[in-house]
């Protein structure tokens, strides 16, 4: 009898709820683009390494991909799309962090356009990543005030990204910018977070 293995929403779902993302209401296309690249989890040994990326690897509000999603998705492409086109696809949805790992970019305009994302409510889905992130900043517990200061540099960059865009001729286009370029970056709270990382951090290093 071929072993059962546990559907790719319910990794999901658990990965979601583990990293903070049941407080924030992920935009569909990213919700099925996360599925598309857990869909090759259905293949053995995949679901064990996606639990060791996210349990030792994903400190931080993100959900990690495995590189190899990347050559699964060009052999298991669709019926009519290239290869290249199908790495294309899944590459559209990912940013490199620091670490060298990639993640599902949620916050990103670029990835929200290509995922499908409806344009004109980006600027609403930005302000409730902000929300989130401006609760998370002031958290009693640090290890999740550090996950939103993470966060925040993410958020603060899209921002910047409509400020320095300059003049829209087109209406519509011109108050979506101004309406993301004049969202809160919460810069009290966030650096009131990094006083208080920097200080637990010197606590620590003295205790050693």
Avoid: C
């Amino acid at each position: 009898m071929e072993k059962q293995v546990p559907r790719p929403i319910v990794l999901s779902n658990r990965m979601i709820n583990r990293m903070l993302f049941s407080q924030l209401k992920l935009a569909d296309p990213f919700l099925r683009l996360f599925q598309f690249m857990l869909a090759p989890m259905r293949f053995p040994g995949k679901i064990v390494r996606a639990y060791q990326m996210e349990s030792q690897l994903a400190i931080y509000p993100r959900v990690i991909v495995d590189p190899d999603v990347l050559e699964i998705a060009r052999q298991y492409r669709g019926a009519y799309h290239h290869p290249d086109d199908e790495e294309a696809y899944v590459r559209s949805g990912l940013a490199e962090d620091g670490d060298g790992q990639l993640w599902l970019d949620y916050i990103s305009y670029e990835s929200y356009d290509k995922a499908g994302g409806d344009l004109d409510a980006y600027a609403s889905y930005l302000e409730g990543i902000g929300q989130l992130i401006h609760g998370g900043l002031q958290h009693a517990l640090l290890s999740v005030v550090r996950k939103h200061v993470w966060l925040h540099a993410l958020y603060v960059s899209q921002i910047e990204l409509f400020s320095v865009a300059g003049f829209q001729a087109d209406v519509e286009a011109e108050a979506q910018r101004l309406q993301v370029a004049n969202l809160p970056t919460f810069a009290p709270e966030y650096a009131q977070a990094l006083s208080r990382i920097a200080e637990q951090d010197a606590a620590g290093a003295t205790a050693t």
